[in-house]
T-cell receptor, first 112, second 109 residues
Framework: NAGVTQTPKFQVLKTGQSMTLQCAQDMNHEYMSWYRQDPGMGLRLIHYSVGAGITDQGEVPNGYNVSRSTTEDFPLRLLSAAPSQTSVYFCASRLLGGAEAFFGQGTRLTVV | AQRVTQPEKLLSVFKGAPVELKCNYS??????LFWYVQYSRQRLQLLLR??SRESIKGFTADLNKGETSFHLKKPFAQEEDSAMYYC???????????FGQGTELSVKP
């Protein structure tokens, strides 16, 4: 099993560019989520999904879009990148109801 | 609002000393509570969860519903415990998993 796979590992964007961070899991987990990790701020939830076709906003959703067309994939889209979106992004998946979350290796994004 | 608070950004102790990483939560109802750990250059991973009432790598966590706290403890710290520790909570509705700000634990020889 590959677990949770994120691509790319590193990305540099110019302000105003768009891009999609990919996340895939092969564990048939209902729940998938995206977090950003910033020094002193911990992990903040951007968007999450409890199943295909269902998404909801987390703590810091502005500037990001998501969709969940399949159980396996949960891409995160930045429509117009801003320097404030420079961060490390983590995707996670889990079964619902108190189960362990499995994380991807992270994507380090720099917006210049 | 649902919130998880870790008041200490950095905790530095010597090897063999006791360790307590603090976590407080603000949730309606009874959330599920977790501790996650991120070692250097490794993925974030589950350390322990309240529902299992287990001890992992010598760590335990006590739930105090009156104080809404879930502090992580270890009686004798080891250098390999140096890492970033995150407290997390899942509410009764929707499965949303919220993390605290994280505490960096540094264990000195």
């Amino acid at each position: 099993n590959a677990g949770v796979t994120q691509t790319p590992k590193f990305q540099v964007l110019k302000t105003g560019q768009s891009m999609t961070l990919q996340c895939a899991q092969d564990m048939n987990h209902e729940y998938m989520s995206w977090y950003r990790q910033d020094p002193g701020m911990g992990l903040r939830l951007i968007h999450y999904s409890v199943g295909a076709g269902i998404t909801d906003q987390g703590e810091v959703p502005n500037g990001y879009n998501v969709s969940r067309s399949t159980t396996e994939d949960f891409p995160l889209r930045l429509l117009s990148a801003a320097p404030s979106q420079t961060s490390v992004y983590f995707c996670a998946s889990r079964l619902l109801g108190g189960a362990e979350a499995f994380f991807g290796q992270g994507t380090r994004l720099t917006v210049v | 609002a649902q919130r998880v608070t870790q008041p200490e950004k950095l905790l530095s102790v010597f090897k063999g000393a006791p360790v307590e990483l603090k976590c407080n939560y603000s949730y309606s109802g009874s959330p599920e509570l977790f501790w996650y750990v991120q070692y250097s250059r490794q993925r974030l991973q589950l350390l322990l969860r309240h529902i299992s009432r287990e001890s992992i790598k010598g760590f335990t966590a006590d739930l105090n519903k009156g104080e809404t706290s879930f502090h992580l403890k270890k009686p004798f710290a080891q250098e390999e415990d140096s890492a970033m520790y995150y407290c997390a909570a899942e509410g009764n509705q929707g499965g949303k998993l919220i993390f605290g700000q994280g505490t960096e634990l540094s264990v000195k020889p």
